[in-house]
Structure formats: C-alpha cells, structure tokens
C-alpha cells in the first residue's frame, strides 16, 4: 500500500517567508508525527497528533511553527518569517493507534532551504 | 526516556554480519530498545524492537545483555544496500507521547 508522502520534496524559499510543509500519513493511522534533521544530525522530535489533536508540541522551536491536522489525516507544518536557520530536511511520520509500541513509517521528508 | 550512546561509524565487508553496539546503561525497567535505519535521502525505517529476550525477524537479529544495559543489532548477511545510519533508541511507556529520540547513530559502510 501507499507509504507517508510529502510535499513539496524540495522547498527553497527566503529569509522572512512563509511555507507550508504538506504531510499525507498511511490510511487510517491515527497518530502523526513531525520531526526535523539538521545536516548530520539524528531526527528531532517537533510535535505529534492524535487525531486531529496535537497531543505534544513540545517540541516546536518558537512560535513561528505551527501545525495542524483538521480532519485527522494530512497535516500541514507551517513556519512564518523563516530564518536561515530554519534550514533542514522535515520529517513527517504515522503510526497505527494508541498502543504506545506501534513503529512509525516515516516520509521520504521536505528539503526546506531558506536562503 | 534513557540515553543511549552508540559508535559514530562503522565498516563491515559485504556477506559477512555486522554487529552494532549500543550502550543503554540508565534504562529503567518497562522500558524497551528500537533500532531504526535511516538510508542516504530517506526517512528512518523501523527494523526491531525488544523488551530483555533476544527477538529476530526477517531484516536483523536484536540481543539484549540480561542486565540490560546493552544491546546490539545483527544483521546476519550484509549487504551493500545495508549502507545506512542505525539508531539506537530507547523508548519509555509514557502517557506523554511516544516520539523518538534520535541520538547521532552508527554510520554502517558495507564494502565490496
């Protein structure tokens, strides 16, 4: 079956811009996940939805990114004003339901440049 | 969830089995060991996952030490598309939201 996808694969935008990241996840997982990689550096953790909540966003850096997941399947990851540093590769993943070992399918990601 | 620490890189020959060490020494007792690999431009893929018994499946083989505090992924023929970074990840049942944390990894080079 169809794996998580997003879109675009590649943004480039400029410093001060707005994007949106598009996630869709498998059909019928509940549970979504963002996460963002830096350039040599393992994936960190941004926030996670259950349903159409977000049920940590503990992870989100400021408050210039924002997500959503309105219906409880595709979800967006917006970032205002973004600053080079914004640069990474943003991961979107899902994962079946509530049992707290379910294993998350990952996306190929989103290769944001901001220059 | 407890810290783990893994080597940053690794080589292995092509057909032989690569062995990858993690150390997990802080893991509390209801919490479990996963191991994702991420391939060059893709997301991380999930590989095993165990509690304290060795668990196998059709992509690796997982040895946990009977203490716990460390494990080490096996897989038992490689091959050069087995070129990746393994995460080791230790992952605690928390009402708090079961994210991964992802530590620098293991970068596994299969040679010819």
């Known amino acids: 079956g169809a794996g998580v996808s997003q879109t675009p694969s590649n943004k480039v935008t400029e410093k001060g811009k707005y994007v949106e990241l598009r996630c869709d996840p498998i059909?019928?997982?509940?549970?979504l996940y963002w996460y963002r990689q830096s350039l040599g550096q393992g994936p960190e953790f941004l926030i996670y939805?259950?349903?159409?909540?977000?049920?940590?966003d503990s992870g989100l850096p400021n408050d210039r990114f924002f997500a959503v997941r309105p219906e409880g399947s595709v979800s967006t990851l917006k970032i205002q004003r973004t600053e080079r540093g914004d640069s990474a590769v943003y991961l979107c993943?899902?994962?079946?339901?509530?049992?707290?070992?379910?294993?998350?399918?990952f996306g190929p990601g989103t290769r944001l440049t901001v220059l | 969830d407890a810290k783990t620490t893994q080597p940053p890189s690794m080589d292995c020959a092509e057909g032989r089995a690569a062995n990858l060490p993690c150390n997990h020494s802080?893991?509390?007792?209801?919490?479990?060991v996963y191991w994702y690999r991420q391939i060059h431009s893709q997301g991380p893929q999930y590989i095993i996952h165990?509690?304290?018994n060795n668990e196998t499946n059709e992509m690796a083989s997982l040895i946990i030490t009977e203490d716990r505090k460390s494990s080490t992924l096996i897989l038992p023929h490689a091959t050069l598309r087995d070129t990746a970074v393994y995460y080791c990840?230790?992952?605690?049942?928390?009402?708090?939201?079961?994210?991964?944390?992802f530590g620098g990894g293991t970068r596994l080079m299969v040679k010819p």
């Open positions: 993943a899902s994962s079946p339901g509530l049992t707290k070992l379910n294993e998350q399918f």
């Open positions: 059909s019928g997982h509940t549970a």
């Open positions: 939805f259950q349903g159409t909540g977000a049920a940590d």
């Open positions: 802080t893991i509390s007792g209801n919490e479990y």
């Open positions: 165990g509690l304290k």
């Open positions: 990840i230790v992952r605690g049942w928390s009402n708090a939201g079961n994210m991964l944390t």
